[in-house]
């Protein structure tokens, strides 16, 4: 399984703003991310079934 920090999540959605990621994470539009030590991530096979639920 992998993981995505913030960089790479903004990558893969094309550059993204944060509020941006964090409201569709809060509207469900993207995975909640898991704390792992004190930083956030989100899996990466979780976002893109997300991805591919949208674009269908």
Do not use: H, N
């Amino acid at each position: 399984m992998k993981y995505l920090s913030f960089a790479d999540l903004q990558k893969k959605l094309g550059g993204r703003g944060r509020t941006t990621i964090y409201r569709d994470c809060d509207q469900g539009r993207l995975p909640k991310p898991t704390k792992i030590g004190s930083r956030l991530y989100w899996k990466e096979t979780e976002v893109d079934a997300a991805i591919a639920s949208l674009a269908g």
